[in-house]
């Protein structure tokens, strides 16, 4: 092997697959490796994870990375991490053991928990402090609802011998020993004042969480330990963490108040950089953070939607639909629109603006014309409506308008919605040359922490477009289906 360059590895653990990616200095991919792992469905509404089988599907995906990449682990500057959120884990301290399966952000089986916490008026307290609202999505009241049900937890925590973890604490310490966690992800648990930037015992006191639990928050590009030689054959630097939706931002070189982006995912978050200070949103979005350089917090605006390409797998695994996701695509294209078929797929209910747990999923406009295609398409025009709904509430609270949308994720690939989202945002849809942008601003984070990269100004001018939809369609259709939307909405929520 001639080359001696030196590359970042990051790991994306995500909600359906474990990545691993290698990235160079221009912040393209020489070798990445997917692994899938298994979903658990204990009871409707309810979502876990296996927390070992994350575990091995991460390190499995790494090694492959590397493999794929045809470099030596001793070529790797550091490791950058980012993850699925708000999904809780504990486990023993001692030994490592996981005490109960991952509980997924999407599981709801908190939402009694919530409505306790509502009821003892915490709601404002939480709004102020953390910038979330009382949602099972969260990891706080996940948190409550294991030492609620697991007997002997929350004494064992009381004692220093359980910690508790998302799943970027769970990688950091499988790969370093250390408990540790970032800003965007402590800001993700209910639990984080995200002013103070600390811990907050107002909080822990009122939904009894032992403190000794909790992992030490360092900066997002920072000290996160060293994975030790076992894993990789040399010992590396773990340097980035962040949450997968912040890492995304970072990803895109979002760097300049107003600046925003969306990812499809399983489920679609936009996110929108506000600087130096948080803005309180009064239109049902989250202030979160969006990282810490070591320099002080740069914070966000954001909104989440549950169920966005889990959509299109849903088609395709329960109800056999389609075989795979690209056949999505040319059905909807095989039909001239939707057949006034509006889908609403509030699986686990409804996230930001709304907020509705009890939502479920709903379909209007069936008639006896209505095919597959109708069917599939509705599904897919789902995901852009979303989350124009939380373009317009981002808009509102920022007070300015966004001219365009950054893009990524796995249904970014499909140029059918990319053009619905451009036609129905009335606004330019931009994707990256780079499409793995969540991996790639985890990659950023860990290699300005060593200073593989020098400055963000490496990374915006790594950032390259390569497509760009234009919105094409008339206003008055525009108006028209945003108003059948609207009505969908409304038949969903009043289903209960």
């Known amino acids: 092997m001639a080359s001696k360059e030196r590359y970042i590895l990051a790991l994306d653990q995500g909600t359906t697959s474990s990545r691993a990616i290698l990235f160079n200095r221009q912040g393209i991919v020489i070798g990445q490796k997917q692994i899938a792992f298994g979903q658990i469905f204990p009871r409707p509404g309810w979502v876990e994870h296996d927390p070992e089988e994350i575990w091995a599907t991460q390190l499995a995906a790494a090694r492959g990375a590397i493999e794929a990449a045809q470099i030596e682990a001793g070529q790797i500057d550091s490791i950058g991490i980012t993850n699925q959120r708000e999904t809780t884990l504990v486990w023993e301290k001692a030994t490592g053991k996981p005490l109960h399966n991952a509980i997924v952000w999407q599981c709801r089986r908190s939402a009694e928990i919530c409505g306790e916490l509502r009821e003892l008026g915490l709601s404002d307290l939480v709004r102020e402090k953390t910038g979330l609202v009382l949602d099972p999505y969260f990891s706080g009241t996940k948190l409550m609802w294991l030492f609620n049900e697991i007997p002997g937890l929350r004494a064992r925590a009381e004692r220093g011998e359980i910690l508790f973890g998302t799943v970027d604490s769970w990688l950091i310490y499988r790969l370093t020993g250390r408990h540790l966690t970032d800003p965007t992800n402590a800001s993700r648990t209910l639990l984080f004042d995200i002013k103070k930037g600390a811990w907050d015992q107002e909080l822990l006191k009122a939904m009894r969480i032992p403190a000794p639990v909790l992992p030490k928050v360092v900066p997002s590009s920072g000290d996160f330990g060293v994975a030790g030689k076992e894993h990789f054959g040399v010992e590396l630097r773990v340097g980035g963490c962040a949450g997968d939706q912040q890492a995304a931002l970072f990803g895109h070189a979002c760097f300049e108040p107003g600046s925003a982006k969306n990812t499809y995912g399983t489920g679609c978050f936009t996110l929108m950089n506000t600087g130096p200070s948080p803005v309180v949103s009064k239109h049902n979005l989250l202030t979160t953070v969006a990282w810490d350089l070591g320099k002080g917090f740069t914070y966000a605006l954001e909104g989440s939607v549950f169920i966005a390409g889990a959509v299109v797998q849903w088609l395709r695994d329960q109800m056999g639909l389609i075989s795979d996701s690209a056949e999505s695509e040319q059905l909807a294209r095989s039909v001239e629109d939707s057949g006034e078929v509006f889908m609403v797929p509030a699986f686990v209910g409804l996230g930001a603006p709304h907020w509705d747990s009890e939502t479920r999923g709903t379909v209007v406009g069936i008639s006896r014309g209505t095919t597959k295609a109708h069917f599939v398409r509705a599904a897919l025009e789902s995901i852009a409506y979303q989350s124009r709904d939380l373009l317009v509430a981002m808009e509102k609270?920022?007070?300015?308008?966004?001219?365009?949308?950054?893009?990524?994720?796995?249904?970014?690939?499909?140029?059918?919605?990319?053009?619905?989202?451009?036609?129905?945002?009335?606004?330019?849809?931009?994707?990256?040359?780079?499409?793995?942008?969540?991996?790639?601003?985890?990659?950023?984070?860990?290699?300005?922490?060593?200073?593989?990269?020098?400055?963000?100004?490496?990374?915006?001018?790594?950032?390259?477009?390569?497509?760009e939809f234009i919105p094409k369609m008339a206003q008055e259709k525009r108006d028209q289906l945003l108003g059948c939307w609207d009505k969908a909405i409304k038949a969903a929520r009043a289903y209960r």
């Open 397 to 467: 609270d920022f007070g300015s308008r966004i001219p365009h949308m950054k893009v990524d994720g796995g249904a970014s690939a499909n140029s059918f919605l990319m053009q619905f989202q451009a036609d129905i945002l009335d606004r330019r849809v931009i994707l990256p040359e780079v499409g793995e942008t969540t991996a790639l601003g985890a990659a950023y984070l860990s290699g300005l922490a060593t200073g593989f990269w020098d400055s963000t100004a490496d990374v915006e001018r790594n950032w390259r477009q390569r497509r």
